[in-house]
């Protein structure tokens, strides 16, 4: 090395074996570069757009890639632990169990890129929405499947599809399909009042009592009211102890009828939503619904075979679900007898209909006035 200028001469050295290296790469078949580069350590990094060799970020260490690079490779799971779509825990490998399920239906998404097939965007809702208006026969899907739900259920295979539709709860309706007029309605009431040996009187008797009349908010969704106590029940029947979720949601969870007053019809919706969060189904067991305040736990008794669809029924404004049910709930209940005739026992009905919680809210009574008020209309 000379000593008049070392630095230039390490340089030019350091510089003629890059070179050398360079060719020799070149020229070196593609089987054994891999080799090559194993055992010197390093990687080789692909060229620019400009055909010039790209250098690592100084914090990046060789066989080393950037989150950029690639997305980490996700196992399905065999089943979901926790709810997937819209506003759901969508877990990763549960995403991925559903969209690899939904594509045997719609073939929606690309299962093998693994920078998209563990996310829940508004594709994926809008799949899970159409799954469960063609598949479940959902009036109003939510864009969410949870566990244990009716549209996991289909999803998994443990419940068949409906076939083109059949099954979804459709009102029954004139005018190619449009919502029954409020003439329709009353004439179709009092038809099927008929058909159960009842006066249209009863009938409006029960719906002032339960609903004041309306079944409906006016945002549209159906009347309902939130039952703590029923909730309690319902997780334990769910294989849940209540207990443990007590804390921080005193207001919709509690043992015994009568701990809290029930508030608003408006403040009955943000109580089942909060419910919702700690089990979707029993939530929905826990409310009763629509004209009639039927409880979602009585969706068998009524006709229906969970209670997604029942809620998706009696939401229906326009339709006659919501006598329907009503009609069956009396039927099985035996609740029928009671108020055929001219001899009316209001007491036993509203014993029968609404729990021995009756006398207090004098629902008896209140339903033996409406009747009077109905009877000659």
């Known amino acids: 090395m000379s000593n008049e200028n070392p630095l230039a001469e390490l340089k030019a050295r350091l510089m003629a074996v890059i070179d050398s290296y360079k060719q020799f790469n070149k020229e070196l078949p593609a089987e054994l570069k891999a080799t090559v580069t194993q055992v010197l350590g390093t990687q080789q990094t692909p060229p620019n757009k400009d055909g010039q060799t790209q250098t690592p970020a100084a914090n990046q260490q060789p066989n080393q890639t950037t989150p950029a690079d690639a997305a980490k490779p996700v196992t399905a799971s065999k089943t979901i632990s926790g709810s997937v779509g819209d506003k759901g825990d969508n877990k990763p490998e549960d995403v991925l169990l559903v969209k690899t399920l939904l594509n045997k239906f719609y073939k929606a998404f690309n299962i093998a890129d693994a920078n998209t097939n563990t996310k829940v965007g508004a594709t994926t809702i809008g799949v899970i929405k159409k799954f469960q208006q063609e598949k479940v026969g959902s009036a109003n899907p939510d864009g969410r499947i949870d566990v244990s739900g009716k549209t996991w259920k289909v999803l998994n295979g443990e419940t068949p599809p409906i076939a083109n539709n059949e099954g979804t709860q459709q ?207």
């Open 171 to 377: 009102p029954p309706a004139t005018n190619n399909g449009k919502p029954l007029t409020a003439a329709e309605m009353k004439d179709a009431y009092a038809k099927i009042a008929a058909q159960y040996g009842l006066e249209p009187a009863v009938v409006y008797a029960i719906q002032e009592v339960e609903s004041k009349g309306e079944g409906y908010l006016s945002d549209g969704r159906p009347k309902i009211l939130f039952e703590p106590h029923i909730f309690w029940e319902q997780l334990q029947k769910a294989g849940k102890n209540p207990a443990k979720y007590v804390a921080g949601n005193e207001d919709i969870l509690y043992q015994k009828w009568g701990a809290r007053p029930y508030g608003t019809y408006a403040a009955q919706y943000p109580k089942l939503e909060k419910a919702k969060k700690i089990d979707k189904i029993a939530a929905l067991k826990s409310a009763s619904w629509g004209e009639f305040q039927i409880m979602g736990f009585n969706h068998k008794i009524v006709g229906y075979p969970d209670v997604e669809s029942f809620v998706a029924a009696v939401s229906v404004q326009g339709s006659t679900n919501n006598i329907n049910a009503l009609m069956k709930f009396l039927e099985s209940e035996k609740l029928l007898r009671h108020v055929k005739g001219a001899n009316k026992n209001w007491a036993a009905l509203a014993a029968g209909y609404n729990g021995p919680g009756y006398k207090k809210n004098k629902y008896d009574t209140k339903m033996a006035a409406a009747y009077a008020k109905y009877k000659n209309k």
